[in-house]
Every structure is written in structure tokens, then in C-alpha cells.
């Protein structure tokens, strides 16, 4: 089972908090995203709570459009998580269900996301602290769903970039994409993405020494397997 903690330092600024020594909850989350198929609609998240500081968090669900965690995110009620607001104490963990209310299969893959956020507590007075938003992936895929990716390479007024469709019905998680570049690799991009079904992916390529060449060797780390490529690289 994978778990992902994080120390809750990102995103919502919290005011009017205690200030009586460091704060020092972390929030442990199991699995980092979650597979709703038919026979399976429902799924468990772990929440837990491994610092010395309680948690007020509230966990909601929203229908997901594009590759990036931050775009296109609309509230829905297509998933439900239950319950939607969980108190942990110093050391306490808790099971929150996500299910999907239709037992239909989709034609294509529905992607959600589960956001956990924690809800500020004002005890006492002074200090700044920041809190952490943490974003999970749903994924319902229909059976035999998987990705088509189709990779380009173009020469543009912002410079060389590459770019993969998605023609599939199933996402692509590209988790490690490098160029090879006078035989070393050197990589693409500043994290695993993904790019969801009938969705495109475009990285910038501006500011490596691309002049005179035809063709980029690619190297993908991705959930249809590692994938070696030569994309010819178009334009003046």
C-alpha cells in the first residue's frame, strides 16, 4: 500500500493561530489515487494524522477536465466522499469512502479529484502558518479503455516544443519523459503528468541547443510501459 505524508506547509494561509511553540501535524494519505470500476464503485481513503497537533479537514469532490490539478476543477456529484469533514487527534487515522453514484460504465474514462483541506483553527492569537491542500486523482475507466498517444515536435515563435494527444479513452500518465541529447539524457518537464483522454500536453523545449536538428530521441516512463521514440521535429 502506498502512502504519501506531507508536513502541511502549502497553499492556504492561516492567521490568528496559536503561537505556542512550532506546529508540527503531518497528514498521511493512502492510496495517492484511486480506481472506481464496475463491481467496484466504492473505494477507501486513509487519512491520518502522525504530528502532535489535531486536524480539522474537509474532503470534497470535483469533476476534472484537463491534465493540471489546478485547471478546470467543477464541484460534483457524480463521486461522493463520506464523510466530508474529519477531526484527527495527534496520532488518530480515519477511513473516508469515495464512491460513484452511477454503476453504468462510461464510454470513455471520467477523471475526479478528491481534495482534503485542511480547515483553519483559531485557537489563541499571533502567527502565520501555512496549511496544505492535497489533491487525489479518481479514475473510472471503462474495460478495455487505455491511452493513443500521438507525440509531434514543432519549431515556434516561443521556440521548439513537444507535444502528446491523446486520442485514447483512458489517461496517459507520463511519469518520466527525458531527451537524448549527445548521447545523455536530459530531462522534460518538472513532474509526472497526465494527459486525459481526447487531451493534449505541450512541453516547452526553449532553451536547449535544438539548431540543426531533425529529429528528438525520446525517453517516456509512462502507464503504458517505458516507450523509446524518435519524433521528427518540424519547422524552420
Do not use: K
Not at 460534483?76 to 477511513?95: K, N, S, W, Y
Not at 478528491?114 to 483553527?121: G, K, Y
Request: proline share 8%; glycine share 10%.
Amino acid at each position: 500500500m502506498r502512502w504519501c505524508r506531507f508536513l502541511l506547509v502549502g497553499l492556504v494561509v492561516v492567521s490568528n493561530v496559536s503561537g505556542e511553540g512550532p506546529w508540527a501535524a503531518t497528514l498521511g494519505v493512502s492510496p495517492t489515487r484511486l480506481e472506481l470500476v464496475p463491481g467496484r464503485p466504492a473505494a477507501a481513503l486513509t487519512v491520518t494524522n502522525d504530528g502532535d497537533a489535531p486536524l480539522l479537514l474537509q474532503v470534497e469532490t470535483f469533476a476534472w477536465r484537463s491534465g493540471p490539478a489546478s485547471e478546470e476543477l467543477e464541484p460534483t456529484r457524480a463521486i461522493v466522499a463520506v464523510p466530508p469533514m474529519v477531526r484527527l487527534a495527534a496520532g488518530e487515522r480515519q477511513i473516508v469512502r469515495v464512491a460513484r453514484r452511477s454503476t453504468e460504465p462510461p464510454a470513455v474514462e471520467e477523471t475526479y479529484r478528491v481534495l482534503v483541506t485542511e480547515v483553519p483553527q483559531t485557537e489563541g492569537a499571533g502567527g502565520v502558518r501555512l496549511a496544505l491542500r492535497i489533491s487525489l486523482p479518481v479514475f473510472v475507466t471503462p474495460p478495455d479503455a487505455r491511452a493513443e498517444p500521438r507525440w509531434t515536435a514543432e519549431r515556434g515563435a516561443d521556440g521548439p516544443s513537444l507535444v502528446v494527444a491523446n486520442g485514447g479513452r483512458a489517461h496517459l500518465h507520463v511519469r518520466r519523459l527525458e531527451l537524448v541529447l549527445g548521447g545523455r539524457a536530459v530531462p522534460v518537464g518538472d513532474g509526472p503528468t497526465y494527459v486525459l483522454a481526447g487531451r493534449s500536453h505541450r512541453w516547452s523545449l526553449a532553451g536547449l541547443r535544438l539548431d540543426g536538428t531533425r529529429a528528438l530521441a525520446l525517453r517516456a516512463e509512462t502507464n503504458l510501459g517505458d516507450l523509446d521514440l524518435v519524433v521528427p521535429l518540424q519547422g524552420g
